[in-house]
């Protein structure tokens, strides 16, 4: 690929990306230039057309999307919906309507079946909802599927048996509702959206979303769009503030993702598994492949993670049989952070191959293999 070739190839990419690679380019030297474009260059290179054309219209969509989403501040969009467990009705008048709450803080859930972070994450947020049932309204609203069967369909699916199209009927919406509602066990009265994805659509919810709404009818808190902005600590967090009460500060990472204590650097180590790694791993969404770059920096490892879907900065370490790293990375979805944790196989001089488990923010985790690129 020619330096002009890659050129427009980065240009191609949605910005976000795009913008990372150029702020990665500025103020370094020529060497550290150069492999930072081969890295990018094999990133490319390995993408399809396909991907590229899927990465594009996906971070366009987001954009547009976001825009549209209610401010901090501004009134909340006012509904009027059906009760999962209530008269069937699909418009106006169907059951709660969220202007009558005023007077108290409303935490709002928007999901869906066929969503694995909305899945993984109910567990928590049924913590949450008992933790603060008395003073605030909760509730799960039920929007359009995310991955229907007629749709984009991912492996994990087959692979948990929740396997549904995208329902025509409001018939159809209140049976996957009710099988959702009773496979992860939610404790919180579930809302259902109309057949016109209207509550969706003006709270900008796929896949899914958490809002917090203050006594006045205003919103409090928007999370970011999942499955990167999705998290349930921010959430309560929003909604200890509404009560009053102090905000929960984020336990440290005291561990790596396979829960063992962190490791303390060691240079030897982090030298046996510095190089480049094609790494193919398990997440909420199906099976990933990715390209890492690690270096040493005496026991610590620094690099580069790259993915179809995005890339992100690597920091971690390695000692003994052991090495683990965090990676923050951007895609069209926003910023997340992936946690890996693995024991390594080699001799005294060389790693060749890794493995071990990754947590995926406030997810569920996975598990993922490495091999020497």
């Given at each position: 690929m020619t330096s002009q070739d890659l050129a427009e190839q980065i240009n191609a990419l949605p910005n976000q990306m795009r913008d990372r690679i150029m702020e990665r380019l500025e103020g370094v030297g020529e060497e550290q230039r150069a492999r930072v474009l081969e890295r990018v260059a094999r990133m490319i290179a390995s993408m399809t057309p396909e991907q590229r054309e899927h990465l594009a219209e996906a971070r366009k969509f987001m954009v547009q999307r976001n825009a549209k989403a209610p401010e901090i501040g501004d009134p909340v969009p006012d509904f009027d919906l059906a009760l999962l467990d209530g008269p069937l009705q699909d418009g106006a008048g169907a059951g709660v309507r969220l202007s009558g709450l005023k007077g108290r803080?409303?935490?709002?859930?928007?999901?869906?079946?066929?969503?694995?972070?909305?899945?993984?994450?109910?567990?928590?947020?049924?913590?949450?909802?008992?933790?603060?049932?008395?003073d605030v309204e909760f509730f799960v609203v039920y929007i359009q599927e995310a991955h229907p069967s007629d749709g984009w369909q991912t492996p994990i699916h087959e692979h948990e048996d929740v396997v549904f199209a995208q329902p025509e009927t409001m018939e159809q919406r209140v049976e996957i509702a009710q099988a959702c509602s009773l496979d992860l066990g939610l404790a919180m009265p579930t809302l259902l959206d109309a057949r016109s994805n209207e509550v969706d659509e003006a709270y900008t919810a796929l896949p899914d979303r958490l809002y917090v709404v203050d006594e006045d009818g205003r919103i409090a808190y928007r999370s970011g769009p999942g499955p990167m902005g999705f998290s349930a600590n921010e959430f309560e967090g929003a909604i200890r503030a509404q009560l009053g009460l102090e905000v929960l500060e984020s336990e440290p990472q005291a561990a790596g993702a396979d829960g063992r204590p962190a490791i303390a650097g060691e240079p030897a180590a982090a030298e046996?598994?510095?190089?480049?790694?094609n790494v193919v791993f398990q997440s909420p969404m199906g099976q990933r492949e990715a390209t890492l770059e690690l270096?040493?920096?005496?026991?610590?490892?620094?690099?580069?993670?790259?993915?179809?879907?995005?890339?992100?900065?690597?920091s971690?370490?390695?000692?003994?049989?052991?090495?683990?790293?965090?990676?923050?990375?951007?895609?069209?979805m926003g910023l997340g952070q992936?946690?890996?944790?693995?024991?390594?196989?080699?001799?005294?001089?060389?790693?060749?191959?890794?493995?071990?488990?990754?947590?995926?923010?406030?997810?569920?985790?996975?598990?993922?293999?490495?091999?020497?690129?």
């Open positions: 803080p409303v935490g709002l859930i928007f999901g869906s079946y066929t969503w694995p972070p909305f899945r993984h994450q109910a567990g928590r947020l049924n913590d949450i909802y008992n933790c603060y049932r008395d046996r598994v510095q190089g480049s790694w270096r040493a920096d005496g026991g610590a490892l620094e690099g580069t993670w790259a993915t179809a879907m995005g890339v992100g900065e690597v971690g370490a390695a000692g003994g049989d052991r090495v683990e790293w965090t990676v923050s990375i951007e895609g069209p992936l946690a890996f944790s693995a024991t390594v196989t080699g001799d005294d001089v060389t790693i060749d191959e890794l493995a071990g488990e990754v947590q995926f923010g406030s997810f569920a985790g996975g598990t993922f293999s490495g091999k020497r690129a």
